[in-house]
C-alpha cells in the first residue's frame, strides 16, 4: 500500500512540476502579443487561445499535486482550531463528499472528453485550434485527483486511527 501512496504522490508532484513550467511559456506568449499588438500594431490570431489553454492544462493537471500538499482552500476558522488528529477525523469524513463530486465530475469530464475527441472538435474561432486535448486532460486531471484524495485518505484514517503518522512520513 506504501508503495501505491509513493507512486500517487510522486506522479501529482512531478506532473505539477512539469507543468509549472508551461507557465514560462505562457509569459513568453504575453510578452510576445503584447509586443505584436501594441508596438508593431499586428495583433496575433493565436496568442490569447494558446495562452488561456496553456494555463488551463497547468491548471487541472496541476490541482492533484495541490491536492497532495494540502494547499486547497479549507475553512480557516475551524480548520486552526482542531488539533492535527481532529483535522485527520474530518479529512477523513469529508473524503466521502470529496469521492462523490469527483467520481461524478470524472463521468460527466470522460464523456464529454470522448465525444469531443470523435467529433475532433475544435474551438469556434478563426484559428479554431483542437479542444479535445484539453478535455482529456481535464478528465486525466480528475482521475488524478482522485487517486490523490484516496492517498491523502488513507494517510488521515492511519493518522485518525493511531495519532501519529506513518513511518515513512515522519
Given at each position: 500500500m506504501?508503495?501505491?501512496?509513493r507512486i500517487i504522490d510522486g506522479i501529482s508532484v512531478w506532473t505539477g512540476k512539469v507543468l509549472s513550467l508551461l507557465i514560462l511559456f505562457?509569459?513568453?506568449?504575453?510578452?510576445?502579443?503584447?509586443?505584436?499588438?501594441?508596438?508593431?500594431?499586428?495583433?496575433?490570431?493565436?496568442?490569447?487561445e494558446t495562452m488561456t489553454m496553456s494555463c488551463a492544462f497547468t491548471y487541472?493537471?496541476?490541482?492533484?499535486?495541490?491536492?497532495?500538499?494540502?494547499?486547497?482552500?479549507?475553512?480557516?476558522?475551524i480548520w486552526e482550531r482542531l488539533s492535527p488528529r481532529k483535522r485527520a477525523i474530518l479529512d477523513s469524513l469529508t473524503f466521502l463528499f470529496f469521492l462523490l463530486y469527483m467520481g461524478m465530475l470524472l463521468w460527466a469530464a470522460s464523456r464529454y472528453a470522448w465525444e469531443s475527441f470523435l467529433l475532433r472538435?475544435?474551438?469556434?474561432?478563426?484559428?479554431?485550434?483542437?479542444l479535445y486535448p484539453l478535455k482529456i486532460a481535464l478528465a486525466v486531471g480528475v482521475l488524478m485527483l482522485?487517486?490523490?484524495?484516496?492517498?491523502?485518505?488513507?494517510?488521515?484514517?492511519?493518522?485518525?486511527i493511531q495519532g501519529r503518522k506513518p513511518k515513512e512520513q515522519e
Open positions: 506504501r508503495g501505491i501512496i505562457v509569459v513568453f506568449v504575453i510578452i510576445y502579443e503584447v509586443i505584436m499588438r501594441y508596438c508593431l500594431n499586428r495583433p496575433t490570431l493565436w496568442a490569447y487541472v493537471l496541476g490541482a492533484a499535486w495541490v491536492l497532495k500538499e494540502r494547499k486547497h482552500v479549507h475553512v480557516e476558522v472538435e475544435t474551438l469556434a474561432s478563426t484559428w479554431a485550434p483542437p482522485i487517486l490523490q484524495g484516496t492517498a491523502n485518505f488513507i494517510r488521515d484514517l492511519y493518522f485518525a
